[in-house]
């Protein structure tokens, strides 16, 4: 090794180590700014070094691919509106993954095509190479449905066919099978297109049975995939850098999906094969007693403008009405009268990991008025009115109550233990995953039907009107 | 371009992945320590990522292992058409995660205020609210 390859080796052992400062960083809202600049600082210094790699002997085609990939993820750092994070974070798992992938092509061309001598794409190597690519291509085209589904461009109710999951299952085996088959022999290179391509075949049919509400699992999955094909194609070309950034995403995205797991009360199998939210929910909806009791603009005005404790529940719908801006200013003019407000956040409150959070934060909630589901939930008892936006699922008593239904044992923000509750929604229809919602049925709760940022607006005169 | 030009950097970039970059049984060893190391150290670093943090951790994560950059790099600057294409497709790519990653993820951290450093909401906070 000359000086150059000890300085690039050098460049990424920082890198390695700022990542992890980073991300150790992320544990605060304080310390996670300065946490990210070393990441940044990391990510340049790599890259850096490798320009300076010896193996590099043309730069047109780097210089192209940086320019193009800046300007397009600058862009849509600037104009991506925050209810879209979701979309924008599955494009890039996409993107990430498509990476991957094509890493792991190009140095398998390289091999079959005398470019790189044969004899050193070893068994090991192919192993390495083919997960990168296998793993990748089927993220790529999985976060493509997930974009698709969260962008609206394909529908959100789960996609099922009879014998879907024994389909899926016969082509994943057979991908694997053919991975397997490049592993002994790997200058097959119609076992390795054909693998290609039903991994991208088999991302596509992966996604498409899961529902729209089940988008928080997915993503952090895809997130997870994303980073462990990174992580491969550490790997393939010895890097160390690689494999602990590729490493640290990959799990990264395994914890947050056993988060969200968990906050469904559900396994990751039943996520990804169960197709949550289509026919079967049905059979748990069983008849409810009474009728839901709608209550005036007025009547909930004067409620919130007399109540000691009001707790705010957003859920999906507060996002695709972005409703955002004007709970907090309901929220504003409510404690300016002396009301105490707080925002109940469930884990799976939207379509990714910390959606609501990010949301409120636009909106300028300051942190400490989002409360966790432990914390908030001893509160509900004490709390006048609980105002649930756009939120269903995630306040469905039957979860608590009834063992029979689908969603039981799933942990809730209990807002039906408030003294009164105020359910804001769009129509008398049924949540995202169908099922019938007990809470609109009982005597605490009032329903105020209509677009959520269009009430919270009218509701913003009236309480000042008190 | 010359073809000496381009054969010499081609007799080095065989050192290399005769030096270096074949996988022996001994390097993927190695490698698999780091993996596993890095996987535990992982575990500890990101449970400890407030759900209210959430989403920027994502970001984050996303754009770190944008890393993947520094292999797409070599593959588009080594001087083969189909591998440059493909490895210029791959930086584009990664670029995009990089770039667009750490920028998002900056702008969200921005959002995240506590409540003390809002001036105007300071003074709606002073009616015997916590």
């Known amino acids: 090794m000359d000086y150059t390859q000890y300085f690039i080796e050098f460049t990424y052992l920082a890198a390695s180590i700022l990542f992890i400062l980073g991300l150790k960083g992320l544990s605060h809202p304080e310390t996670a700014k300065r946490g990210m600049h070393l990441a ?11 320009l300076l790699s010896r193996e590099i002997v043309s730069y047109e085609w780097i210089v192209a691919g940086l320019v193009i990939g800046g300007a397009l993820g600058g862009a849509m750092a600037y104009w991506v509106p925050m209810t879209a994070m979701p979309q924008r974070t599955a494009l890039s798992h996409a993107f990430g993954a498509f990476a991957a992938a094509l890493v ?56 099922t066919y009879r014998g879907q999951n024994i389909f ?51 993503m952090s999955l895809l997130n997870s995939y994303a980073g462990l094909a990174a992580a ?57 007693e009474g009728a839901m009791r709608e ?70 909630v300051p942190y400490s008025s989002l409360y966790e589901l432990e914390q908030i939930n001893p509160d509900f008892p004490s709390t006048d009115v609980a105002v649930v936006i756009g939120a269903n699922d995630v306040v469905n008593p039957d979860a608590r109550d009834n063992p029979k239904s689908p969603i039981a044992g799933m942990p809730i923000l209990e807002v039906d233990r408030a003294r009164s509750v105020v359910v804001l929604k769009r129509g008398k229809g049924k949540g995202f995953s ?6 609109f049925y009982k005597p605490v709760t009032g329903m105020l039907y209509g677009d959520a940022k269009d009430s919270l607006t009218k509701l913003v005169q009236a309480v000042q009107h008190v | 371009m010359p073809s000496v030009v381009s054969r010499s950097p081609n007799q080095l970039n065989r ?30 670093v990101i449970s400890r990522v407030p759900p209210l943090l959430h989403t920027p951790l994502m970001s984050a994560t996303n754009a770190i292992s944008g890393i993947s ?34 920028m998002i993820t900056d702008r969200m951290l921005r959002m995240f205020r506590k409540k003390e450093t809002v001036l105007d909401r300071s003074k709606a906070s002073g009616n015997g609210k916590v």
């Not at chain 1, 940044?40 to 490798?50: K, Y």
């Open chain 2, 15 to 44: 050192k290399t992945v005769q030096g270096k970059n074949i996988m022996t049984s001994g390097s993927l060893i190695a490698a698999l320590y780091v993996f596993v190391l890095a996987a535990f150290l992982g575990y500890q």
């Open chain 1, 295 to 364: 209550v005036s603009l007025e009547d909930v005005a004067v409620q919130l403008a007399y109540a000691n404790q009001v707790i705010f529940v957003p859920g999906y719908g507060m996002a695709t009405a972005q409703a955002q801006h004007i709970v907090r200013e309901l929220a504003d003019i409510l404690e300016k009268r002396g009301v105490s407000v707080k925002y109940a956040i469930h884990p799976v409150a939207g379509r990714m990991p910390g959606h609501m959070n990010v949301l409120l934060a636009e909106a300028n």
């Open chain 1, 232 to 288: 491969a194609t550490g790997f393939v070309l010895s890097n160390n850098v690689l494999i602990i950034a590729g490493t640290l995403d990959g799990f990264s995205g395994f914890i947050l999906s056993i988060l969200m797991c968990r906050a469904m009360n559900r396994s990751m199998t039943n996520v990804l094969f169960g197709a949550f939210g289509s026919a079967a929910a049905q059979a748990a909806s069983d008849g409810q």
């Open chain 1, 40 to 50: 940044e600082f990391g990510m340049l210094m790599a890259i850096i070094g490798t």
């Open chain 1, 104 to 159: 792991g092509i190009a140095e398998y061309y390289n091999y079959t095509h005398n470019i790189k001598p044969v004899g050193d794409l070893t068994h090991l190597k192919m192993g390495a190479m083919g997960f990168e690519v296998m793993l990748g291509a089927l993220t790529t085209t999985g976060s493509l449905m997930a974009f698709a589904k969260l962008q609206g461009m394909v529908r959100g109710t789960p996609l």
């Open chain 1, 168 to 218: 899926n299952m016969a082509l994943l085996a057979t991908t694997v099978g053919l991975f397997v088959y490049l592993i002994f022999v790997p200058t097959a290179g119609v076992a390795f297109y054909v693998m290609l391509a039903l991994a991208f075949l088999f991302g596509i049919l992966l996604v498409l049975p899961i529902g729209a509400a089940d988008m928080p699992v997915v």
């Open chain 1, 434 to 439: 169908g099922l019938e919602n007990p809470l």
């Open chain 2, 69 to 102: 950059l520094v292999g797409s790099i070599v593959i588009a600057g080594e001087h083969h058409t189909v591998a440059s294409i493909l490895g210029f497709i791959a930086v584009a790519c990664a670029t995009t995660n990089v770039v667009g990653g750490f």
